[in-house]
């Protein structure tokens, strides 16, 4: 019997989705049929990627619900039942970490995940897996209290980001994947008897056959402006602030830097960016820092293939898949000492670590970088690969494929 799925992604197709969708290409290359589902739409500033229209075209989106949504999610919650009902009200009242304000929220997810429900009845889903453990993970609760439907996790960042009611996510959930060592032990902390029995570490990776030079990796001539390149959501948790105060030291140290940033904040430009144009500017690095946008998957490889080095200075991080992609082309990398990074990247052999909040331990880790060539080079290869060993997309869709194809118990 073939496998269908619901594949549930938060604001699909976002900056950073491009692991998502090699996914469902690749379940689908396994015979798994796949339907994506999304909470809503993104901002179309954070639309990018060349395959983002068809993945929109293809995507259902479970908000705003419109009047057929409304017409689904009140078929579903009658034909649900007073059983039905019950168990999402007692999930609701047992919600033990939800204020008033909490609940009423969870209400509202009730509708989202009463769509679920009747998606995963009306196209015969036997697994929906959830990108994530936030209000996603709330609306595939309420779609398996309502219908009975099997739903699975994926923790990307730390658990505390994701907000509240997470026992009874987890502990409904027929599996559960950490995409890091570090995730899994502190999920397991802060959930003590509710942390389920099938939770396994499982990567997030990279395409490494995508990701690769077309010319080798030249390091900083000393002559020639040092490229320097980074890479992520514009939030203050990936600490561009700190970045850019590293390349005012840098340039104070008579070095030609020049910083390129790809990315953009959640609300297309307006809020974090602005943050980050005001300091450049008070700094007067204008001529030394770029913010590019969100940008295309082919504009990072083409990015990676121009610099020296890659930074990122992020204050937390569950692991970082751009600082995958960047070890994927054998590029010299500097990165902060947080969340699972030490579990990608081995401080002096893929690359550089430095604490997290300081840019002065940032700026000497970046230009040791530049001026040791024959470091730059070692680590770069060193990069490439770890990846290939232990951090390529292969890896993750296999975990996945074979969690979904195992004939699961049902849960209560």
Known sequence: MPCRIGYLVPEFPGQTHTFFWREVNALEAKGIEVDVVSTRRPANALISHAWAALAIQRTVYLAPLGLRGVIAVIGQMLSAGPSGWYRCARAITRARDVLFEGKVRLLALLLMGAKLAWLARRRGWQHVHVHSCGDSANAALFAHLLLGTRYSLTLHSPLPFFGPNQAQKWRHANFVFCVARALHQEAAEILGADFPA?????????????????????????????????????????????????????????LPVHLRIAGEDDSGGVHYRRQLEGLIADLALGEQVEILGSVSEAVVKEELQATHVFALASHEEALGVATMEAMSMSVPVVVTRVGGVPELVTDGVEGLMVPPHDASALAAGVERVLRDGSLAQRMGRAGRCKVERAFHSRLSVEHLASHLLRPWPIKK
């Open 198 to 254: 099938t939770v396994e570490i499982v990567p997030m990776g990279v395409d490494i056959d995508g990701f690769v030079r077309t010319t080798e990796y030249v390091a900083w001539n000393g002559r020639d402006p040092c490229r320097i390149f980074s890479c992520g959501r514009l939030t203050p948790g990936k600490g561009f602030h700190d970045l850019i105060q590293a390349i005012a030291t840098l340039k104070q140290a008579g």
